[in-house]
């Protein structure tokens, strides 16, 4: 069947680049030279408790040592399949070591244990009203079916525990099956010791954690204000004690996505699964129509690592190729604005698209709102939603409601900026909002860095029309606009974009500003502009899968032998976000898919 037709895929988005394209054109020259059999060089990888050398042949072979991929290799070596990892960059954890590792996994033990009053029926009502028909229901309730067992799997097959994040809400709470007091989880704090020497080839965060502080991502809604909330004061001599206790106790304390990703990896080291760092994937090898292995790069060396069941492809998407990026993504758009780990560049993508796979959601990306600071994009989460700022097109005017889902604003930046530009846009705030709230990493009342300002990612100016002429937008369309919203603000409704009709608008704002959390007035110079840019977690698009995390050629076919799970598969959040973790929670989840299908259809 012609799997544009078929309305259980979704459409795929399989055009094929030019012959001289560089990824499949080193492909190609890399395959004909290609070693089969041998050992590896010893010292190519790193374990906690791993045997002396790799060999050459497993029965599961994992691309990619992310969430997704590490679930996968720890459920296939439980499930009793030897297993090996190959991961291209010198450290293990991928874009999750990176993230904040909201996990959005309805119906699992935790939330339920802690009361969280979900159900199957309302968390399938709410992922098909998010997703819409963008993904087939038989991948949905897939996720949905697996989530649960997957969580517990982990918890007993490694040392991560998890908490529930109370209050994070789903991302679009009045839609049927929402929940506004959330069902998201996060990783409880790991000891890093207990990784050992593995511990300094752990991928660092994207924003180190303060040196003495065990901060959980559910404390960033009260440390953002801290200094007006009698709460958030508590919540950050809380996280103080966390890390005084810690220290007492002689341990290295991580959390969020250092926490996920150390946690995992210990679990792989208890399962004696093999990691091998800096092993890039060259391609994947296939025989008789059925994928057999990967080739690899090993010391210099390409080496085909035979996988005898079943390449479970979870490399990550594309974000920092550039080539791909401008092939299938709306313009602008560049590899610096993302925050994904700097090795995705799309190598298992382009490895399963040379053998026939089918793509789709190339086009999309888990955007959000960011700012081009000159050390790296900064995400722009709470600073959008808090009382006292908003957003503006080149016009001076607003757009969007800015405490929506970060992927809806960039949406609607790329769909607006054709007919009136918003690509950048500009947040606006003033002094009340610095003397108020924590920016990035930067305390209330001080000072911001003269290098964000020297990279054009900042302005400031004492008065409204004098900050319009340094950002380029007309001063009396900005003045009128910040007139507007500033009348929103003292009546508490915003009659222009809904900004605070929903419980989610509502998580990252000041609960002291009344009559609207949401909503608070400029007024106080000076003011400041801060860039914004469609910047992203990651990209979206990558392999068609079916409910199995099969790979799927074009015309819906299945390719044997070859799986993908996270970034490197079309997501089945399709074009949309439930909520905190929607990318994390699949991962995990079809990685540990893959597993239980590869070890419960030996091939003939």
């Not at 469609?534 to 068609?544: A, H, I, R």
């Not at 399709?574 to 898919?593: E, K, L, N, R």
Request: hydrophobic share 45%; net charge neutral.
């Amino acid at each position: 069947m012609d799997a544009v037709s078929d309305p259980d895929l979704p459409s795929p988005q399989n055009a094929r680049r030019p012959a001289q394209h560089a990824g499949l054109s080193r492909r190609t020259a890399l395959r004909g030279a290609a070693l089969a059999g041998g050992l590896l060089s010893t010292g190519l990888f790193s374990g906690l408790a791993t045997p002396a050398f790799a060999a050459t042949e497993y029965d599961v072979v994992v691309v990619g040592c992310g969430a997704a991929g590490m679930t996968a290799a720890l459920r296939a070596a439980k499930r009793g399949l030897s297993t090996v990892v190959i991961e291209k960059a010198p450290t293990f954890g991928g874009s999750a070591a990176r993230s904040g590792a909201g996990i959005w996994i309805p119906n699992n033990q935790v939330i339920l244990a802690a009361g969280v009053p979900d159900t199957p029926a309302k968390a399938a009502a709410y992922l098909a009203a998010v997703v819409g028909g963008d993904v087939p229901a038989a991948r949905q309730s897939a996720f949905l079916g697996n989530g649960p067992a997957m969580i517990s799997f982990v918890l007993n097959n490694s040392p991560l525990r998890f908490r529930w994040m109370e209050g994070y809400s789903d991302y679009y709470p009045e839609l049927s099956g929402g929940m506004p007091n959330g069902r998201s989880l996060e990783p409880a704090m790991f000891d890093g010791k207990v990784l050992g020497a593995e511990l300094a080839r752990l991928n660092p965060s994207y924003i180190p954690v303060p040196a003495g502080l065990v901060i959980y991502s559910a404390d960033y809604k009260w440390l953002n204000i801290a200094a007006v909330n009698a709460r958030g004061a508590a919540v950050a001599a809380e996280a103080a004690a966390r890390g005084v206790a810690a220290l007492l106790a002689g341990q290295v304390p991580l959390t969020m996505g250092q926490a996920l990703a150390g946690g995992l990896r210990a679990g792989l080291a208890a399962a004696n699964v093999p990691v091998l760092l800096n092993t890039p994937l060259v391609d994947l090898a296939v025989e008789g129509g059925r994928v057999v292995g990967a080739v690899a790069t090993l010391s210099g060396t390409n080496t085909t690592i035979r996988a005898h069941r079943g390449v479970v492809v979870a490399a990550g998407g594309f974000e920092h190729n550039a080539s791909m990026r401008g092939e299938f993504q709306a313009q602008p758009i560049g590899t610096s604005w993302t925050v994904g780990a700097r090795e995705n560049t799309g190598d298992g993508i382009e490895a399963g698209e040379e053998i026939g796979a089918a793509l789709a959601l190339m086009d999309d990306s888990w955007w959000g709102p960011a700012i081009p600071l000159p050390d790296q994009a900064y995400f722009c989460l709470a600073e959008r939603t808090l009382p006292g700022s908003i957003i503006v097109n080149q016009a001076g005017q607003r757009f969007v409601n800015e405490a929506a889902p970060y992927g809806d604003v960039v949406h609607v930046m790329y769909e607006r900026n054709a007919a009136s530009p918003c690509i950048p846009a500009w947040m606006i705030v003033d002094q009340n909002y610095r003397n108020r709230y924590l920016f990035r990493d930067v305390a209330p009342l001080l000072p911001f860095p003269d290098s964000w300002y020297n990279s054009g990612a900042v302005f400031k100016a004492s008065t409204i029309q004098g900050l319009a002429a340094k950002i380029g937008v007309p001063g009396s369309a900005l003045a009128s606009t910040v007139s507007r919203f500033n009348g929103f603000a003292l009546r508490g409704r915003d009659t222009d974009f809904g900004r605070g009709n929903s419980a989610y608008d509502h998580y990252y704002t000041d609960p002291g500003v009344v009559p609207n959390s949401c909503l608070a007035a400029l007024w106080l110079p000076p003011f400041y502009a801060f860039k914004i840019v469609p910047g992203d977690l990651g990209t979206k698009g990558g392999m068609v899968t079916d409910a199995s995390a099969r790979v799927l050629r074009t015309n819906g076919s299945v390719i044997p032998g070859l799986y993908a799970a996270g970034n490197s598969s079309a997501a089945v959040m399709g074009h949309s976000y439930t909520g905190s973790g929607a990318t994390i929670g699949p991962a995990m989840t079809f990685g540990y898919v893959a597993a239980n299908h590869i070890a419960d259809n030996p091939p003939a």
